[in-house]
């Protein structure tokens, strides 16, 4: 890949996490996670399957629940306050591995669904948002087709189109090319890499590395609910300091 992006990132915290803990039951799956992102960083998220990578980013829009610490996005705390999770929601844009569209409904009602009902935009603002965000992904011919009838890299296309369409101030990425076949991984990285050259905060748990040495401000390594070990990219693949990442990055470069 050809080197690395600027940074984009700005001095002013998006994301704070502080001092988070998580259960599941008895399973204590996240552990004192600290965690700032700044406007316009690029956090690339890697480590062992069953590290609590989805769990942390899912609390960050509160599709799991943390039972300690504090979660703020631009100022706004996640806790019980069921306004400030909605403005929460609404602003932070989600991928998922396996895509998560509406199969019954075509992309373009996929891209429209959010900002008619949650942001009440009238109907032909709401299409003609879509429409130029699917042209940016490079998918507006496909727009009165359902996901059914899409490659997986075009749905997972469509999926960050819909996502922009709310105007999200963050981006979260669980692990959005894992489940691609490897000829359709390059086009939905490429749309990545123009969102981040654009100065979207984006939070990527992937193992693609290429694009965490491309567009990473920071990579962050988990295991066993801890964050082990932070660095900018260069640093944290040339010489990674503890053994647990060494370990990690033996497997999977
Ligand atoms: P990763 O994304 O790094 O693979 P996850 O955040 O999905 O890890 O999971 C972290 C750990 O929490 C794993 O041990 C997983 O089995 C467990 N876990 C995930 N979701 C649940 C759940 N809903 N209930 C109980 N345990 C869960
Ligand atoms: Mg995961």
């Not at 502080?18 to 259960?23: P, V």
């Not at 806790?79 to 991928?95: A, C, H, P, Q, Y």
């Not at 396996?98 to 409904?105: K, S, T, V």
């Not at 727009?143 to 469509?158: C, E, I, T, W």
């Amino acid at each position: 890949m050809t080197p690395a992006s600027t940074s984009t990132a700005t001095g002013e915290t998006v994301i704070r996490i502080h001092e988070l803990h998580k259960w599941y039951g008895e399973f204590h799956v996240l552990k004192n996670i600290n965690l700032e992102v700044a406007r316009g960083e690029r956090i690339v998220v890697c480590g062992p399957s069953g590290s609590g990578k989805s769990t942390m980013i899912r609390c960050v829009n509160r599709l799991e629940i943390h039972q300690q610490g504090i979660i703020e996005v631009d100022g706004i705390e996640l806790g019980e306050n069921l306004k400030n999770i909605e403005t929460i929601r609404s602003e932070v844009g989600m991928v998922f591995q396996h895509f998560n569209l509406f199969p019954h409904l075509t992309v373009l009602d996929n891209c429209t669904l959010a900002p008619m009902w949650v942001r009440k935009q009238p109907r032909r603002e709401a299409v003609e948002a879509a429409m130029q965000y699917l042209e940016r992904v490079g998918i507006a011919e496909q727009a009165k087709k359902f996901p059914g009838q899409l490659s997986g890299g075009q749905q997972q296309r469509v999926a960050i189109a819909r996502a922009l369409c709310m105007h999200p101030k963050v981006m979260l990425f669980d692990e959005p090319t894992s489940a691609l076949d490897p000829e359709m991984i390059k086009e939905v990285l490429d749309v990545m890499v123009g969102l981040a050259e654009q100065g979207m905060t984006m939070i990527v748990v992937t193992h693609e590395m290429g694009f965490a040495r491309k567009v990473a401000d920071r990579v962050i390594f988990m295991d066993r609910g801890e964050i082990v070990e932070e660095n900018a990219p260069e640093p944290f693949f040339t010489n990674p300091q503890s053994e647990r990442t060494k370990l990690f990055l033996s497997q999977i470069l």
